[in-house]
């Protein structure tokens, strides 16, 4: 399993973001749509998903992590798919829908770090950052990193939000 730190802002514009980030960023920007099948776990902290980029494209994610607002270490598995529609009517009979989100993200790269600008449907646009976490390296020197690059993106700790975007949606339903 890879390793990351996490940390979701809700934020009033992804085009102001989306500037700085330009000028920060190694690579990037690039725009991905996403159809997101979240399935029933057990554990409020698994989650089970189906990303779908296109018909024969997919990719099922297993992560774990705390739904607590601010950095938080995830652990995940990704498994490559080029049958989504079966695949999301197997797991759906095995163990049930939580939810879908749709999305428009634009990802940008810096350093170690996946910038992700998201329209959410449904919700608005979000921040998301994924600091990748080399084997054996503490959760704290992520922590301390995606904190300085959300301060020089201009997003303060208090537009930070607890949760994946699968349960935001079910809660305002």
Known sequence: MAR???IKARIDS???VATIAATLADEGPTE??????FFRCNDSADRLKLRTFAPDHAELIFYRR???????????????????DVLRESL????GQAGRVRKQRRLFLVGRTRVHLDHVEGLGEFLELEVVLEEGESAEAGIVEAHALMERLGV???????GAYVDL????A
């Open 92 to 95: 759906t009979l095995a163990w």
């Open 14 to 16: 992804v085009e102001r």
């Open 4 to 6: 990351n730190i996490e």
């Open 66 to 84: 705390a739904n607590s607002a601010g950095p938080k270490e995830s652990f995940y598995l990704i498994t490559p798919c080029s049958t989504p």
């Open 169 to 172: 949606l079910n809660s305002a």
């Open 32 to 37: 991905i749509a996403q159809d997101d099948t």
């Open 156 to 162: 303060g700790t208090d537009q930070l939000v607890q």
